[in-house]
């Protein structure tokens, strides 16, 4: 059988098994098993490969930046970071009509900065300043709304889980991916805001004004509360930049920093550090399942040819660009409606970057821009984790078919924010560009 025709004939067989609810890292790692095992023609060497294969790609020092940095936004949470930059934001903006989702969104841009989780800081805020917009009568469902739109800044601002693997899976600077996210990041939490201002003006009784004023002094100490985050972001970011030190460096400095904090503002106890070590423990294990698997699954659809003989027929088809663009970014926004975000990148990447090289778009803005459209599929039914996990978290606040509703006008600002990121690709490779030089 030709090698490029088992590569062609291994999706449709994916598919089907992520369609009958396999666990898609065994079905990645099943996959790329049977598609070796038919190119090569000798199941020992498949079994080999199989037994292998997934240690060497893993046990690499690049991916050391995982763990790290998803053991410090676990201790930021400890911390208290999430409701110390809430309550800074509401002193100062929470007295305008619709402030409160504004301190929300403006909060969760800070709290990405310690945080590479949308699922983490949706529960964290809908926990703290859901019953605070409740309390000052906003209408739940707009509450909700905001608060799992917001939830996507956590995953753009860097540190990010999702550049991590993308940049593992490309082999491209983590460094920069993560410096390229902090256009893309604020440019949508300044659309969240302008979009919840709209909204509110439209429909008053979604928001009314907060009856509560804070003096200068009130707003000028309160900003005492952001120090740690503060801290924080700028000693791993700012480290980054300035070439101080690696992204994997800058992970470790980045946990030590963390747990420090928390410590300090005797956020930690032992039992708090236990529970901490085991979550991240268990998410990081997950994660590095599915990654080993979408290697795995990769490595052999390069063998098969498919990628590049893809790339030479998108290119031999005299598509314009934009077009292929176009069409990549709809395949996310659809594999939104049924995948996370981490089954996304590992899934697709290995047939998708092939094609993106072959164009010749700077792989950083082409992986910003695509981390922005999975993002788009935390709104999107059915599986819509973000809805899900906020859902969760406000119990009987809000019903889910309201809340999926609700989300629509959100949906439509990302889609303009990912059009405003396509068509001025300098808003991400703007600051990496200055990194370089």
Known sequence: MDSQLIGLISIPFLLIMLVLRMHIGIALYLTGFLGYWLLVGDFNEAVHILGTQPYAVTATFTLTALPLFMLMGTFAGHAGFAADSYNALRSWIGGIRGGLAMATIGANAMFGAACGSSGAACVVFTKFSLPEMQSHGYEPRFACSSIVAAGTLAMLIPPSVLMIVYGSLTEQSIGRLFIGGIGPGLLLAFLYCVGVGVMVRVNRSLAPVAPERFRWKDKLISLRKVWGIAILGLLVLGGIYAGVFTPEEAGAVGACGAFIIALALRKLNRRAIMTTLRDAGRTNAMIFFLFAGAILYGRFLALSGLPVSLSQAIGNADMSPMLVLGVILVLYLALGC???????VTLTIPVIFPI????GWDPIW???LVIVAMEVGLL????????????????DAVTLEALFRSVIPFFIIMLVGLAILA???????????????
């Open 380 to 395: 999107t039914p059915p599986v819509g984790i973000n809805v899900f996990v906020t859902k969760a978290a406000a119990g």
């Open 423 to 437: 068509a001025f690709p300098c808003i991400i490779t703007g600051l990496p560009g200055l990194m370089m030089k």
């Open 338 to 344: 049924i995948l996370d975000s981490i089954s996304m």
């Open 366 to 368: 082409f992986g910003v």
């Open 356 to 359: 993106s090289q072959a164009m």
